[in-house]
C-alpha cells in the first residue's frame, strides 16, 4: 500500500500544479512555461509508476520518452527564469535547448527499434531491473543501451549544473535591473525562485544517487523508496507554490517603464544622445537637492521615471548620473538616505515611538524592508542601534553630572 503510495505522489503533485498554473496562466508566459514544465513531468513520473509497477512492456514503449522528459526537465525551468528575468519572445528556435533531450531519446528510440524481442528483454530484465539469468556477454544493441544509460547521466548532471550557474546569473541580472529603477524592491526580487534552483540541484543529486543505487534497489526495498519520493514531492510542491505566488516579472517591469517613459517624453523637452559633462553636473545637483532639502526618499514608492520627471530628465541619463557621479545604484542611495533619517529618529526617540512608526516616517513600506536594509547597511538590528544610543547617552550624562560631596 505505502509502495504503491510513494510510487504515485509526484505524479499527483505534478498535476495539481499543472491545472493550477493553466487556470492561473493566460496573459503570463511565465506561468504558462512553468505549466508546460509540470506536463512534461507528469509525463516522467508516469513512467517513474510504470517502472516501479513492474509494467515490463509498457515500459519499453515509455523509456525513450522516459530520456526525453527527464533532459528536459532542466532546460524547462531555466526557460521558465528566462522568461520572469528577460524580455525575449519565445520561439520555436529557442526549443534547441532541448536538442541533448531529443537526441539521446531518438538513440534510444532508435536502438529499441532494432533489438529483438530477446535483446529487449535482456535490456529491461537484465540490465534494467537487474533479474538473475541474464548473463553476459551481450550483444552489440544491449551494449548500445548500456551506453545510453551512462550518456544520460553525464548529459543530466551536466544540464543541472549549467542551469543553476545561467539561471542564477539571469536573476542576478535581473535584481541589478531592478535595483537601478525601484527604491524599494521588496516583494520584486526572485529569492524564492533562486531558492528552489539551488533545491532543484540538490534533488537531481538524489535522482543520481539513486540511480547510481540501481532504480530496481528500491522494488526490493519499497519502504527506502520514500525518501526519493517525498524530496521529489516537497520540491515540486515547492516549484508550484513559488511560482504560482510570483507576481512581478520582467513583463510587469517592461509594462511599467514604457508607461512611464511616455509620460517623461511628453513632459521633457528633446535631449541630446548623449550625456553631456555639463548635463551630468546638472542632473547630480539636483538629486542631491531632491534628496537633501526636499527628502524624496520619504515617499515609499519613489522610483527612478518620478525623479527623472521631477529633474526635466531622462531615466537613461539620471541612471547614468547615479552610477557614475555617487559610485552606487537608484535603490541603494535612496536607502542609504532613509537608513541616515531612520538613524536620527532613532537615537532621538524613545520606545514610545515604534519601530514601525519610524520605518514609515523613513520611507520604508513596512518593518520587514526596514530591519533588512537597516541591517544590511549598518550590521545592527533598529532595535539593537537605538538601545546602543540610549546607552551611550546615559552613560553621557552620568559622565556629566558632578559628583556630590559628603
Not at 524481442?117 to 537484465?126: A, K, M, R, V
Not at 517525498?230 to 509594462?255: A, D, N
Request: charged share 20%.
Amino acid at each position: 500500500m505505502l509502495y504503491s503510495f510513494f510510487s504515485i505522489m509526484p505524479i499527483f503533485v505534478n498535476l495539481f500544479w499543472f491545472i493550477v498554473l493553466l487556470i492561473e496562466a493566460r496573459q503570463n508566459n511565465s506561468k504558462r512555461f512553468l505549466a508546460l514544465f509540470f506536463g512534461v513531468m507528469i509525463v516522467n513520473y508516469t513512467a517513474h509508476w510504470i517502472y516501479f509497477n513492474r509494467q515490463y512492456e509498457l515500459y519499453t514503449i515509455i523509456d525513450s520518452i522516459w530520456v526525453f522528459t527527464s533532459l528536459a526537465s532542466y532546460p524547462l525551468y531555466y526557460w521558465y527564469i528566462r522568461t520572469l528575468t528577460t524580455d525575449v519572445e519565445i520561439d520555436w528556435r529557442r526549443s534547441r535547448v532541448l536538442i541533448p533531450a531529443f537526441l539521446t531519446a531518438l538513440f534510444s528510440a532508435t536502438v529499441y527499434l532494432l533489438m529483438s524481442p530477446q535483446e529487449i528483454d535482456t535490456f529491461i530484465h537484465g540490465i534494467l531491473y537487474h533479474e538473475p539469468g541474464y548473463p553476459p556477454p551481450y550483444s552489440p544493441l544491449v551494449r548500445l543501451q548500456m551506453f545510453r544509460l551512462t550518456l544520460f547521466q553525464v548529459i543530466f548532471v551536466l544540464q543541472a549544473i549549467l542551469s543553476l550557474y545561467f539561471g542564477l546569473k539571469l536573476i542576478r541580472e535581473f535584481h541589478a535591473k531592478i535595483k537601478r529603477y525601484y527604491s524599494d524592491i521588496e516583494g520584486k526580487e526572485l529569492k524564492p525562485i533562486k531558492w528552489m534552483m539551488i533545491f532543484m540541484t540538490f534533488a537531481s543529486f538524489i535522482s543520481s544517487a539513486s540511480s547510481i543505487i540501481e532504480k530496481d534497489y528500491f522494488i526490493t526495498h519499497p519502504l527506502l523508496l520514500a525518501i526519493p519520493s517525498i524530496t521529489h514531492s516537497i520540491f515540486l510542491f515547492g516549484v508550484g507554490y513559488v511560482g504560482s505566488k510570483q507576481r512581478f516579472s520582467i513583463q510587469y517591469f517592461t509594462e511599467e517603464v514604457k508607461a512611464n517613459d511616455k509620460k517623461i517624453a511628453q513632459k521633457t523637452t528633446q535631449l541630446a544622445p548623449e550625456l553631456s559633462v555639463k548635463e551630468r553636473s546638472r542632473v547630480s545637483k539636483g538629486l542631491q537637492t531632491l534628496l537633501e532639502e526636499k527628502q524624496i526618499y520619504k515617499n515609499p514608492d519613489l522610483r527612478l521615471s518620478d525623479v527623472a520627471l521631477m529633474l526635466g530628465t531622462n531615466r537613461t541619463y539620471l541612471s547614468r548620473a547615479v552610477n557614475d557621479e555617487m559610485n552606487t545604484n537608484f535603490c541603494d542611495l535612496i536607502n542609504d538616505y532613509r537608513v541616515k533619517h531612520a538613524k536620527v529618529l532613532l537615537e532621538n526617540s524613545d520606545e514610545k515611538t515604534s519601530l514601525e512608526e519610524i520605518a514609515l516616517l523613513s520611507g520604508f513600506n513596512g518593518t520587514s524592508s526596514f530591519y533588512r536594509i537597516f541591517k544590511e547597511k549598518t550590521g545592527l538590528t533598529p532595535g539593537k542601534y537605538r538601545t546602543i544610543c540610549a546607552s551611550q547617552k546615559e552613560k553621557a550624562v552620568q559622565e556629566k553630572t558632578p559628583v556630590p560631596h559628603s
